[in-house]
């Protein structure tokens, strides 16, 4: 008997269910970032305090220091979403890759991707910021935050715009926004010589780096060779008969480390980063390191709603730290509230993710699946 062949959406959904859990452990990490830093005393408090603090509590405080590199775990999110985004196409052969892309189609499926949850931001985020300021009778902090322009500067994503009210997070998704509409640029470059897709990344990372600001685009500017990195992983990826490829991705790992660790912040910190994550990411594909690949995958299930959580999250963070605050008078001399954050916040998410983004995600499946 014929053994059939599964389709090739459920294979690539098996393949790759190990980034599901790289993005969900991304943003779990990103909220507890968050949570560390807006709900406790600042490490400095600590210092000056520390009798206040008990030996359980002084433990939480070491234990929870690795939670300082939310800005890094960001860089994770626009490597996955790379090469995520340029995977199909990689797969293809060099001429068909922009033939058979459907530019129309693409954004269309973008947009059922990332507004339905951007719309329901913009209205958590305004609730809560209102419900915050008439609690604490005092005034929403920035006189920005709720105008006509920064509501049509965020409706279109736009990376220079003012940030929505009290959610900072935004300013990489609107990031990825730009990502995905220089991608067919970026596409059509790579089908004709890969060499010109980077070096139009590089000039535009160069010339923000050396202080020429291009309008609207500003810091997406650099953070676009970043997420080329991993459309250039993908490339790696889907030719890994050639095994040299693959295995120049996972040799970035050292060096990215290195760099990242001499050059502590900035773009050139950023992208250090950015080919730290390719080669880590590229050993986890590759199953160099089964332990590790077993312990990613249990994670996969907030992988599902990571997006949710990323831009859904601060603005709750903030809530709870007004409320505390409110009735605290002061931030407190424990982590407990960074600890309870996430399992209060994280069902709130959930919750929301089912009512909206879900049912988009399965349109967006169903268009993928009739546009084969």
Known sequence: MLLKKRPDNIEHKNELAVLDGLRGLAALYVLMHHARWQLSQPYLEYLKNKTQYSIIDKGLIYLTSGFRFGHEAVILF??????????????????????????????????????????????????????????????????????????????????????????????????????????PLLLLLDTVKPALSIIVCLILFLSYTYNITIPLIDQAAYT???????????????????????????????PGFIVSVLIPYGPFHDLACGFLFVGMIAIILNNKLPPVNSLVNRFSFLGYFSYSIYILHFPMVLFLKGIIIRYN????????????????????????????????????????????
């Open 78 to 183: 626009f490597i996955i979403s790379g090469f995520v985004i340029h995977l199909k196409q990689a797969r293809s052969s060099p001429k068909a890759a922009f033939t058979n892309f459907k530019t129309l189609n693409y954004l269309f499926k973008r947009i059922l991707r990332i507004y339905p949850t951007l719309l329901l931001s913009f209205f958590v985020t305004w609730f809560l910021d209102v419900l915050l300021s008439n609690i604490n009778h005092q005034p929403i902090p920035a006189s920005d935050a709720y105008t006509f322009r920064t509501f049509f500067e965020n409706l279109f994503l736009i990376p220079s715009g003012h940030i929505w009210g009290s959610n900072g997070p935004m300013w990489s998704l609107r990031h990825e926004w730009f990502f995905y509409l220089m991608y």
């Open 224 to 254: 676009l060779l970043i997420w080329w990195t991993g459309a250039l992983l993908a490339n790696a990826y889907a030719n890994r008969q050639n095994n040299s490829l693959l295995r120049l991705c996972m040799l970035l790992t050292l």
């Open 329 to 372: 008078h002061q931030l407190p001399y424990h982590l407990w509230y960074v600890l309870g954050a996430g399992f209060i916040i994280l069902p709130v998410i959930f919750i929301l993710y089912l009512l909206v983004e879900k049912p988009f995600l399965r349109i967006k499946a169903n268009l993928s699946t009739a546009s084969g």
